[in-house]
């Protein structure tokens, strides 16, 4: 790969900038595009983009850039993107700090600003090269999530038309809150790569395979339909919003549990009596318990020791079933009545087995 350092200055990089989620986003004059298919989604935050105007300001270096020369003469920003929008972004009067947005400042300080140099390493080479100085440039900051680097292997106007839907902040998901279902943000894809590995459980397929069958298409209707066929599942067999129900695997129990008839009311009822259960210890783990119902998921209180010792003297230092004698090391504790038929983690209600008794009471 050939590259040339430049000096280009933010009067040059912020003409005619546009950002939307139709046109995409644009500098230099139309001819940088600071958004290219590998890139993430704008995610510095408010002090780490008023970091990168105090540095402006002050005249200190914000470090080299790198674009892409194509073959038309325009360019792709390869790194640099969040200080470049950064920039923009104010200069455009998008964001102020300390109550000063562009606007306000003297004609000296604007001017300041836009003729301050960016170093910029302009590079030429293949896009696999490019895709590979990207990997390369982006080890030492931010390192781009799997969903990310799946974009930037398979881009094309499936995958633009999926990141209007999941990647954006005014996205379908986010306007028709189902963002308080899913974990992570919509701008480094975890919405996205959500929808696509439940939609993968289903088929059967792996998330790259399902890109590149897609990669062409115009829109990513099929992907949005099962989604939001998930989402509208989920709030009407569960009928109160939880915080627990925050980055649950929705569309696996979906894919496995959609063709039974939940009755709303009960589930409710059944949900309210576990959280109430002094014996749960994880009470995420109720939705999924409901489903399959593993106790497992609900993390049973386990007795102390204490109880646990109290129980081994009590019963003479032997298994309550074969009566033979272990350390306590090497017995466990038991529920006499299970839990799951109202049997409490208390000392009345313990049992200490050996490991062949225990494991054999289990599996009747």
Not at 18 to 31: L, M, N, P, T, V
Not at 182 to 209: M, T, V, Y
Request: hydrophobic content about 30%; some cysteine; overall charge neutral.
């Amino acid at each position: 790969m050939k590259y040339e350092l430049k000096e280009i200055s933010v009067r040059e990089v912020v003409e005619g900038y546009i950002d939307s989620a139709e046109e995409g986003c644009f500098g230099y004059g139309g001819k940088l595009n600071i958004r290219p298919p590998y890139q993430r989604e704008f995610i510095y935050s408010g002090k780490r983009r008023e970091a990168v105007i105090q540095s402006v300001q002050k005249s200190l270096p914000l470090g080299a850039m790198y674009w892409i020369r194509k073959n038309d003469g325009t360019f792709e920003l390869l790194d640099g993107q969040q200080r470049t929008i950064s920039i923009c972004q104010y200069v455009n009067n998008e964001y102020s700090i300390d109550y000063f947005s562009f606007r306000n400042l003297t004609e000296g300080d604007k001017n300041q600003i836009l003729d301050y140099k960016l170093w910029v390493c302009v590079c030429e080479g293949t896009d696999k090269e490019t895709l590979e100085w990207f990997k390369v440039l982006n080890t030492p900051g931010t390192e781009l999530n799997a969903q990310e680097l799946r974009n930037a292997i398979l881009p094309g106007t499936w995958l633009n038309a999926a990141k209007k839907c999941f990647s954006k902040n005014n996205g379908e998901v986010i306007v028709k809150d189902y963002k308080k279902y899913l974990k992570g943000s919509a701008n480094r894809q975890d919405f996205l790569e959500a929808a696509l590995r439940w939609i993968c459980d289903k088929q059967g397929k792996k998330i790259e395979q399902y890109m590149a069958e897609h990669q062409h298409e115009t829109n990513c209707n099929e992907l949005w339909l099962y989604f939001s066929h998930v989402m509208e599942w989920v709030k009407v067999t569960f009928k109160v919003y939880r915080p627990s129900m925050k980055g649950q695997e929705w569309g696996i129990f979906y894919n496995k549990y959609e063709g039974i008839n939940y009755d709303a009311d009960e589930m409710e009822k059944r949900i309210q009596d576990l959280i109430d259960d002094e014996d749960i210890t994880n009470t995420r783990g109720i939705y999924e318990y409901l489903f399959d119902g593993k106790e497992q998921h609900l993390s049973i209180r386990q007795f102390s020791g204490k109880i646990r010792e109290a129980v081994y003297n009590r019963q003479g230092k032997t298994c309550a079933k074969c009566g033979r004698h272990f350390e306590l090391k090497d017995m466990q504790a038991d529920h006499i009545k299970p839990w799951s038929r109202g049997g409490r983690t208390v000392a009345e209600n313990c049992q200490i087995l050996c490991a062949d008794c225990n494991r054999t009471k289990s599996d009747v």
